[in-house]
T-cell receptor
Framework: QKEVEQNSGPLSVPEGAIASLNCTYSDRGSQSFFWYRQYSGKSPELIMFIYSNGDKEDGRFTAQLNKASQYVSLLIRDSQPSDSATYLC???????????FGPGTRLSVLP | GAVVSQHPSWVICKSGTSVKIECRSL??????MFWYRQFPKQSLMLMAT?????????EQGVEKDKFLINHASLTLSTLTVTSAHPEDSSFYICTPTGRPMEAFFGQGTRLTVV
């Protein structure tokens, strides 16, 4: 079992819709969870992080964490074509340790 | 926020030559730098961890004699790909630690070995 799993996609949604991206992780000791957006040929950009169970909202983005289910998700409201990218889920076990990345989900927002 | 400068952003080199990639943390002292590699259509995989003033630690399957890491100061870590071969062509990315809640990456270096 891979440490961090994501559906590779592509996930296609129409412009203005809600895009839902999911991620599961295997290590129950994981502490922090991150969502990155990566455009082709570019370095990942941090969207948001979450470390407590529940929801965390930032603009059009909402991260949801359920540690009991070892599940973290990212919702993108009012999706725009510019949101088309690969979204990487990353997990951090402890302060100062490296991130473990999922394979990424490719999102395509259709105009 | 943290600013990480990585140089060069892209490089093409001949097989058998060496390439050095620099990663600088511009606004804080990075005692540790993580180096990741990303092959096309794959996710980021940790290659090695560089520690200021001590030897780097390498992930399983990464040759330490091929990927030389130097972390001589708190603001600079370098990765040298020695005797590069086409299979080393990849996207190399660095990120410092110390602020896990704001993980910023360097711009990445696209290495193409011909």
């Amino acid at each position: 079992q891979k440490e961090v799993e994501q559906n590779s996609g592509p996930l296609s949604v129409p412009e203005g819709a809600i895009a839902s991206l999911n991620c599961t992780y295997s290590d129950r000791g994981s502490q922090s969870f991150f969502w990155y957006r990566q455009y082709s040929g570019k370095s990942p950009e941090l969207i948001m992080f979450i470390y407590s169970n529940g929801d965390k909202e930032d603009g059009r983005f909402t991260a949801q964490l359920n540690k009991a289910s070892q599940y973290v998700s990212l919702l993108i409201r009012d999706s725009q074509p510019s949101d088309s990218a690969t979204y990487l889920c990353a997990v951090n076990k402890n302060y100062g340790q490296n991130f473990v990345f999922g394979p990424g989900t490719r999102l395509s927002v259709l105009p | 926020g943290a600013v990480v400068s990585q140089h060069p952003s892209w490089v093409i080199c001949k097989s058998g030559t060496s390439v050095k990639i620099e990663c600088r943390s511009l606004d804080f002292q990075a005692t540790t730098m993580f180096w990741y590699r990303q092959f096309p259509k794959q996710s980021l995989m940790l290659m090695a961890t560089s520690n200021e003033g001590s030897k780097a630690t390498y992930e399983q399957g990464v040759e330490k004699d091929k990927f030389l890491i130097n972390h001589a100061s708190l603001t600079l870590s370098t990765l040298t790909v020695t005797s590069a071969h086409p299979e080393d062509s990849s996207f190399y990315i660095c990120t410092p630690t110390g602020r896990p809640m704001e993980a910023f990456f360097g711009q990445g270096t696209r290495l193409t070995v011909v």
